[in-house]
């Protein structure tokens, strides 16, 4: 099981910037897909991004073209850059981790405490 500490959340206007990093620890990093979700109030939490060891990386729609999720090896962490954020990215934002691709993207086996991110309009 990985160890997974979020940090970067805050507030921000509507069409400003913030950048999430991801610290991960554990064994076998390199067999992981580290990635995103996130859950805003009264809703089901969501799939975000994920990166693999190799750098492919997979996005929703939603955030498709204003972030970019991009991981250091070396330092073994994972960064989330959200731009032209909106009302609608306000949530708490979850660092996870899952082995299988699938996993990944719907139900990671790893997660962070999480950090919010609020968008003011």
């Known amino acids: 099981q990985l160890q997974l500490v979020e940090s970067g959340g805050g507030l921000v206007q509507a069409g400003g910037s913030l950048r999430l990093s991801c610290a991960a620890s554990g064994r076998a990093l390199n067999t992981y897909f580290i990635g995103w979700f996130r859950q805003a109030p009264g809703k089901e939490r969501e799939f975000v991004a994920t990166?693999?060891?190799?750098?492919?990386?997979r996005y929703a729609d939603s955030v498709k073209d204003r972030f970019t999720i991009s991981r250091d090896n070396a330092k073994n962490t994972v960064d989330l850059q959200m731009n032209t954020l909106k009302p609608e990215d306000t949530a708490v934002y979850y660092c996870?981790?899952?082995?299988?691709?699938?996993?990944?993207?719907?139900?990671?086996?790893?997660w962070g405490q999480g950090t919010q991110v609020t968008v003011s309009s």
């Open positions: 996870v981790a899952a082995i299988e691709w699938y996993r990944a993207l719907t139900d990671p086996s790893d």
């Open positions: 990166v693999a060891w190799s750098g492919g990386t």
